[in-house]
């Protein structure tokens, strides 16, 4: 069975900090998404990275994929309060369903 | 355009009742997928439907159960209701089979939130 874990999966930070949140597998993924939600809304997709070593930047976030295409990680510099959510990471099995990570959420304190 | 819409928000239900949900996705996207969100178990797949058919399937039982229209609406129900099937059901539309090759773009609806007492 493939299985997104993530981690950490609570963290609370203060408005101008950094953080860094990991994705990780035992298994191969062809290519990795990144998802924000927000109470009371489906998931955003944010970003999809396909090639192993692929470094995508948005604004303040950093989305790397791992070299074995097992990984990845979102960095987001200089928090504010607006990125407060659920972070998902998302990738397509052998058998082509999508599978979520286990979440991160991540609080943002002005 | 408009975005992906789910009916109703919110339910409540007691066991053994069934349910149906309503998903319309967004103008031109054939496929339409339902995902199941609970604190416990996280986002999992439940079904994608395209162009009427059932193309995927989750591991969930056969008390789960959906349709699509010709017009690419979607429709979930769940007979026999069970306490832990009180979650968040969210479906998601996209142009093409979401997951064949995994870099389109799925588009979430805010689910419907259904409470089982």
């Known amino acids: 069975t493939q299985l997104l874990e993530q981690s950490p999966q609570f963290l609370s930070i203060q408005e101008g900090e950094n953080l860094t949140v990991y994705c990780n597998s035992s298994s191969v993924f062809s290519s990795l998404q990144w998802y924000r939600q927000e109470p009371g809304e489906g998931p955003v997709l944010l970003v999809t990275?396909?090639?192993?070593?692929e470094v995508k930047k948005l604004k303040r976030l950093t989305f790397q994929f791992g070299d074995a295409r097992k990984d990845s990680s979102l960095h987001i510099t200089a928090a504010q309060p607006g990125d407060t959510g659920l972070y998902l990471c998302?990738?397509?099995?052998?058998?082509?369903?999508?599978?979520f990570g286990t979440g991160t959420r991540l609080k943002v304190l002005a | 355009k408009a975005g992906v819409t789910q009916t109703p928000r919110y339910l409540i239900k007691t066991r053994g009742q069934q349910v149906t949900l309503s998903c319309s996705p967004i103008?031109?996207?054939?496929?339409v997928s339902w995902y199941q969100q609970t604190p416990g178990q996280g986002l999992q797949f439940l079904f994608e439907y395209f162009s009427e058919t059932q193309r995927n399937k989750g591991n969930f039982p056969g008390r789960f159960s959906g349709r699509q229209f010709s017009n690419s609406r979607s429709e979930m129900n769940v007979s026999t209701l069970e306490l832990g099937d009180s979650a968040l059901y969210l479906c998601?539309?996209?142009?093409?089979?979401?997951?064949?090759?995994?870099?389109?773009?799925?588009?979430f609806g805010p689910g419907t939130r259904l409470t089982v007492l």
């Open positions: 998601a539309s996209s142009l093409g089979l979401a997951a064949l090759r995994g870099t389109d773009t799925q588009y």
């Open positions: 990275v396909v090639t192993g070593g």
């Open positions: 998302a990738g397509v099995s052998g058998t082509y369903k999508y599978i």
């Open positions: 103008s031109g996207h054939r496929s």
